[in-house]
């Protein structure tokens, strides 16, 4: 007889190993989803990351899962498995209120393309997560659902903007999730709070049925799980056109045509705070120990400087604004005082002249040649995620290395990656010594994830965070 499974393993366990126990007859859907159900009562309250509960829906599917286990059929790779979405995408039948009071209420009688897709593996809809008003900020809160905390610190937050998603894997609410990422909003939250992100080449995952629609240009769909290998998974489920999205044009198989042939060895560059300081010293540890590891595994691995990177931020976000303004100050004329202070500033700012907003696409167009360049004669790029581990709620200035830097500063290893449309791993790798995770990033040319899902699944959780998780 088999070891007897508990609840609390079930809610650790990863979304492909649930799948197996599912598929196996080890673990019923209905166990899984009731087990996860209970998880969110009893630490939902203290993290706020669960906003929509889709209880009766998900044991309802969860029964549904069971019996067509039990008939023989023909079962998905996400059979049976719950997911939750972060509440910027459409989920048919159920709230899907963005964050904003303009919302509160909707909704939408469409899944989004990716919410589709995990449903048509098999995956159960469980939950809805926090985020930022409109998706914008890098705290998840706002003025209809509130504030979400992180795990590992109440007092922290797990980042935005899908910081809810982030906080309810983290916390065992949730094995898999949706989230999306316009400057750092899903590897962000996931380097907060312990757990995996994959923001994928610009196109690669459709963003029809998320809000807002006017940024697609810049905006990134991704899965979040607590494991690469679930993250894989997702990539591969979410991933190609969907016949709505202009962007979403690469075929599901497509790679780039200067990918490198299996068996070669993989030329990997890091750096810190060289291109991206000031970074705290731990974090900038955990890169390099993450470059000796790689370089342990066979890579050619070298210190580099990226002195083309700049300031990505000032441009990606004057062209983010320029498009999204307009729309939310046509959305909230009359109304401005139902707008958070996100979406205040939004409303408030100022539409960038002609001049301005070309020079500003020079400057992207600029970034993406120098890359293009950088890798040709380098596979990966390996760097931090973000430069300071959880920061305090709403704080708008952060000390980092001796140095004094805006909130902003928080996205400044990520947002490069937006602008070029380069794909991104967030690898969950190292502990703080205030216990609090430390990610490592990885990027890589165009159309080439595979390869940073292959090394990130090489080094999650190696650097001295192990089987640590929060403890509610």
């Excluded at 809805?128 to 590992?152: H, I, M, Q, V, Y």
Aim: hydrophobic share 45%; with cysteine; proline share 6%.
């Amino acid at each position: 007889m088999g070891k007897m499974i508990v609840k609390s393993d079930i809610t650790y366990f990863d979304a492909t190993k649930l799948a197996s126990l599912i598929r196996n007859r080890e673990l019923s859907s209905v166990e899984v989803v009731k087990a996860h159900l209970d998880r969110i009562e009893a630490v939902n309250p203290k993290i706020n990351a669960i906003v929509t509960l889709n209880a009766e829906g998900a044991l309802a599917a969860a029964d549904q899962a069971d019996k067509a286990i039990a008939r023989g059929d023909k079962t998905g790779p996400l059979h049976g498995v719950p997911f939750t979405v972060k509440d910027a995408l459409d989920t048919a039948g159920i709230l899907t209120q963005r964050g904003s009071r303009f919302f509160a209420g909707n909704v939408p009688t469409q899944d989004a393309s990716t919410v589709a897709r995990l449903k048509s593996a098999g995956g159960i809809i469980l939950a809805k997560t926090n985020l930022p008003e409109f998706s914008t900020w890098t705290e998840s809160d706002n003025l209809l659902t509130g504030r979400t905390n992180n795990p590992w610190n109440l007092d922290r937050t797990p980042g935005g903007s899908s910081g809810g998603e982030s906080a309810a894997i983290a916390a065992g609410m949730s094995p898999l999730g949706i989230g999306s990422d316009v400057a750092i909003s899903v590897r962000g939250p996931a380097a907060f709070t312990g757990i995996a992100a994959l923001k994928a080449t610009h196109g690669r995952i459709p963003y029809s049925g998320h809000f807002p629609t006017v940024t697609s240009q810049w905006w990134h769909v991704g899965p979040m799980a607590r494991t690469v290998r679930d993250v894989a998974l997702a990539y591969s489920l979410l991933k190609g056109p969907d016949g709505a999205d202009g962007y979403a044009v690469h075929a599901k198989t497509a790679i780039a045509d200067t990918a490198r042939i299996s068996g070669q060895t993989i030329r990997v560059g890091w750096v810190s705070d060289a291109a991206f300081g000031p970074v705290d010293p731990e974090i900038t540890a955990a890169v390099k120990a993450a470059a000796t590891q790689l370089a342990a595994l066979g890579c050619d691995v070298e210190e580099v400087t990226l002195p083309f990177v700049g300031d990505p931020l000032s441009p990606l976000m004057m062209m983010v604004y320029a498009e999204l303004g307009p729309e939310i100050r046509k959305l909230a004329k009359g109304r401005e005082h139902d707008l958070h202070a996100v979406g205040q500033g939004i409303y408030d700012s100022q539409d960038p002249s002609f001049t301005d907003f070309n020079a500003a696409l020079r400057k992207a167009e600029a970034l993406r040649s120098a890359f293009s360049a950088w890798f040709d004669q380098y596979d990966v790029l390996l760097c931090p995620v973000t430069p300071m581990t959880a920061t305090p709620h709403g704080a708008q200035e952060l000390v980092v290395n001796g140095q004094t830097v805006s909130w902003l500063h928080v996205m400044s290893a990520t947002s490069a990656f937006n602008l070029t449309g380069l794909p991104a791993l967030s690898v969950p790798f190292a502990l703080s010594s205030e216990r609090l995770p430390i990610s490592v990033q990885l990027v890589s040319r165009w159309l080439n994830e595979d390869v940073i899902l292959q090394l990130g699944a090489l080094l999650e959780r190696r650097g001295g965070l192990g089987d640590t998780w929060p403890s509610l």
